[in-house]
């Protein structure tokens, strides 16, 4: 048993103990006839406890954030090595229990019992732990150095959660402080943006307003426009037959047309003011179309041929000259009976006929049109024979009127509107981009002869 004693000795030191439990041997595996000597030590022969590695603090004045952060590191280091500490232990233990066992099983194997140490471990048929307040289970060292463990672990967070809401902005780090600044700013932007985003709708908002507010007023406006064009009589001019009627381009698709139409006539007097340059020919001042009929009535100068008075596609050529680009007044008058027909220019007789389409009557119901020669009615216009120029007072009476009457109208005299077809703004309408423009005073018209 000395001998065995002799070749060197471990030490198993488990703190908080009473006893201590010594095993001596020269390798950690025991020689082939070797024996295992197990007896008990005193508390005084090794070193109590476990001792913790501790790590030093700097002295000196340290701020209490400084503090903070120095104990957090001592405590990561001491679970680091807490960790490396158990697991030496586990090894050791495994060792030592190994040895524990073939120890108790030599000790007893002789005599059947326990020897001494087995009295000292333990004293009760029961097994209960003699050796201070450590578990006699090893794995239950284990676990109680775990719970120590997590208990450091959970001081750590506890610290550092205590780091974070007691130290001010002021020394936070610098990669801390800048990320709270990059948020700050990225939150600002986001508000400067929604309220840019605010001003926009209010903005739009406002031009929706005013923009109706201005559709409203141009409406009203419009109303109020019309209302005054209703009580001046109906008319946009001074007066309803102050206009003219601009036809500029010879075109197949200017024009105007007459609302009103003709009643059965037996004669007739057509009288208008125009004015033209046109060559050759000023076209086709008027046109009266009826079904079965494009040419019941038609004034017309086409091509070198002189102005032309067609009555049911009859036709009676008039000495009429106005290619002159000035105003000129225009009459014509003509019955059924005998088929009589009268010229006038400028209020006066240039040419009188008989024969233009006796005892035929003017047919009703048809379109009249001015500034176009109809093929049908009221269309197939062609651009060769439309007029060139501008056309007023357009009148026509079922009757024929006296000279001195027709002289009356073209020296100004007298006003004296057409009974079956007056010359007023609202029975006109202008087609194509032909217009309506005022008209310059029958006074200027005669001025202008």
């Known amino acids: 048993m000395l001998a065995l004693l002799a070749t060197g000795v471990v030490f198993l ?58 104990t957090v590191l001592q405590l990561r280091e001491t679970i680091l090595q807490q960790k490396e500490t158990i697991g030496n232990q586990r090894e050791t233990i495994r060792e030592l229990t190994g040895k524990l066992t073939r120890c108790e099983s030599m000790a007893g194997g002789a005599d059947g019992k326990s020897g001494p140490w087995r009295k000292e471990y333990s004293k009760t048929g029961t097994g209960k732990d003699t050796m201070g ?56 932007r986001q508000l400067l943006s929604k309220v840019a985003e605010l001003e926009d709708e209010k903005s739009l908002l406002h031009n929706e307003t005013s923009a109706h507010r201005q559709k409203t007023e141009t409406a009203l406006n419009a109303l109020l426009e019309r209302v005054s064009e209703l009580e001046r009589g109906n008319s946009a001019f001074k007066s309803p037959d102050a206009f003219k009627v601009s036809l500029p381009l010879r075109t197949n698709y200017l024009y105007g047309k007459i609302k009103k139409t003709l009643p059965e006539l037996y004669a007739f007097t057509i009288c208008l003011w125009l004015r033209s340059s046109a060559s050759p020919g000023i076209g086709t001042p008027f046109s009266y179309a009826v079904s079965g009929q494009a040419n019941e009535i038609v004034l017309i100068e086409w091509g070198n041929n002189p ?53 035929h009557p003017i047919k009703p119901g048809g379109v009249l049109i001015l500034g176009q020669e109809q093929d049908t009615v009221g269309g197939r216009f062609d651009a060769t024979q439309a007029f060139v120029g501008e056309l007023s007072q357009f009148n026509i009476w079922d009757r024929v009127l006296k000279a001195q009457e027709i002289m009356n109208i073209a020296n ?3 006003n004296m509107p057409g009974n079956i077809i007056p010359w007023v703004d609202n029975n006109v309408d202008v087609f194509g981009g032909a217009t309506k423009w005022p008209v310059e005073t029958c006074e200027e018209r005669l001025l202008d002869l």
């Open 412 to 414: 100004c005299s007298t």
């Open 307 to 359: 102005i032309e008075l067609l009555i049911n596609d009859k036709v009676a050529q008039l000495p009429l000259f106005v290619s002159d680009g000035k105003w000129h007044h225009i009459c014509v008058t003509w019955t059924t009976r005998d088929g009589m027909w009268e010229a006038f220019q400028d209020g006066e007789k240039l040419g009188t006929g008989e024969n233009l389409a006796p005892w």
């Open 133 to 188: 307040d450590l578990p006699r289970d090893p794995g239950q060292v284990i676990d109680q150095l775990s719970r120590t463990m997590q208990s450091l672990k959970d001081r750590l967070e506890a610290l550092e959660h205590q780091l974070r809401v007691n130290v001010s902005y002021a020394v936070l780090p610098n990669d801390f402080r800048e990320m709270l600044q990059r948020r700050l700013g990225e939150l600002e």
């Open 13 to 70: 030191v488990v703190s908080g103990g009473g006893w201590g439990i010594g095993v001596r041997s020269q390798e950690s595996q025991a020689p082939p006839g070797s024996r295992f000597v197990c007896t008990s030590l005193p508390l005084d022969a090794t070193s109590a406890g476990c001792p913790f590695p501790s790590v030093p603090i700097q002295g000196g004045a340290l701020t209490p954030e400084e503090e903070l952060k120095a």
